[in-house]
């Protein structure tokens, strides 16, 4: 926890509260800041997490690190605090292109494909998305609030939007 | 498959990377000064190997607003190169280039088409004159993409060259040099390799 009272979650990274914690991630670009509730027990979680898919990849130390194994993770680590995963709804931002693709490199468009994981995934689980903010092409610092379940976006030169 | 584990990098090699920071840095530093005709120092370059979620912190807080200029390195070393100047400094670089005062303001993150514009040219000639410096070391070949730039929150801009590490480990690596002219300009210079690089790179000084 940092002075404000907010839990922090970095950068491939995920954690839990009971209400009245406060979740938050700071400038999400291409990544996607997931956000799980459960209305009736108020447990919420808050996952940054930076790639879509980690079946590509051999040696996967960091599961948070990835859409669909930190999703996993997430729901697992809410249910020990007492969420229930079928009450589950999910908000999500982030995913955004932070530089204009002038090449083919695919890493520009790691955003779209986050976004597209996670959807993907979440639908696989049944958990319904019920808000997002997402692509586009600006940074986004997110706060999670899971006594009211609604999600602060904040970016630079806009006004604050709640979701 | 590549060999090079960045875990296990000696300290020969970190300060080989270290020397190609100082080199390629020291080139791209001598270049903006002339072209703005101004002094500017740089820092001794540090090379870190840093998990992801600290990657920002090197410079400041993730939400701190920053002007970025990315760009892509190709040729026989691909990766990425990444430039970052607090506003301030980017609005004075701006002002030096176009001749204008510098205004009250210098802290406001809106930049004009032209100033933009401007700020990728100082992306080109900087990352041009690094490059040349790294190719003509290591006797590769080197380019750069045409530079895009972006203001946002640190963290957003790290987010790019961190998703690309990300398929390789945990961490990133970072060869990174700071240059400044008194309090008016700091700036960051940023070399991230892909791994594959960073072994033809070593090889190349005879590691």
Same mark, same amino acid.
């Given at each position: ?38 209305? &009736?027990?108020? #447990?919420?979680?808050? $996952?940054?997490? %930076? ?10 130390? /960091? ?51 986050? &976004?597209?994981? #996670?959807?993907?995934? $979440?639908?696989? %689980? ?10 586009? /092409? ?26 | ?207």
């Amino acid at each position: 926890m940092n002075i404000s009272g907010m839990i922090k979650v970095g950068m491939g990274d995920l954690k839990v509260c009971k209400t009245p914690g406060v979740l938050t991630t700071l400038g999400l670009g291409s990544c996607v800041g997931v956000a799980l509730y459960d209305p &009736v027990s108020k #447990v919420s979680g808050l $996952l940054h997490c %930076m790639l879509p898919d980690s079946t590509q990849f051999k040696n996967v130390t /960091n599961v948070a690190k990835y859409a669909d194994s930190g999703l996993i993770e997430l729901i697992s680590q809410m249910e020990k605090l007492g969420a229930n995963k079928t009450r589950m709804v999910a908000k999500i931002a982030g995913g955004a292109q932070m530089f204009a693709s002038k090449s083919h490199n695919d890493t520009l468009k790691v955003g779209e494909r986050n &976004v597209m994981a #996670v959807k993907m995934k $979440l639908s696989e %689980m049944q958990i319904r998305i019920i808000a997002e903010d997402t692509g586009l /092409n600006f940074g986004r610092t997110v706060e999670f609030y899971s006594e009211t379940g609604k999600y602060k976006i904040k970016a630079v030169g806009k006004p604050e939007k709640i979701i | 498959m590549s060999k090079i584990n960045l875990e296990e990098l000696s300290d020969m090699q970190f300060d080989l990377l270290k020397e190609i920071g100082n080199i390629g840095a020291g080139n791209a530093t001598t270049a903006l000064a002339k072209m703005l005709q101004m002094k500017m120092d740089m820092s001794v370059p540090k090379v870190a190997l840093l998990p992801f979620k600290d990657i920002s912190q090197l410079i400041g807080s993730e939400d701190q607003i920053v002007v970025g200029i990315l760009l892509g390195m190709e040729g026989e070393i691909t990766g990425m190169m990444m430039f970052l100047f607090d506003t301030k400094s980017a609005h004075h670089l701006v002002n030096k280039l176009m001749m204008q005062e510098d205004s009250v303001d210098n802290n406001s993150t809106d930049f004009t088409e032209m100033e933009m514009s401007a700020i990728s040219e100082i992306g080109n000639i900087v990352s041009g004159s690094y490059l040349t410096a790294l190719g003509t070391l290591t006797n590769l070949n080197v380019y750069a993409t045409v530079p895009s730039m972006t203001v946002d929150m640190i963290g957003a801009l790290m987010s790019v060259p961190a998703s690309e590490f990300g398929k390789y480990g945990d961490k990133l690596l970072l060869i990174q040099s700071q240059f400044g002219e008194s309090e008016f300009v700091t700036g960051y210079f940023m070399l991230i390799p892909e791994l594959e690089s960073y072994e033809k790179i070593l090889a190349a000084l005879g590691m």
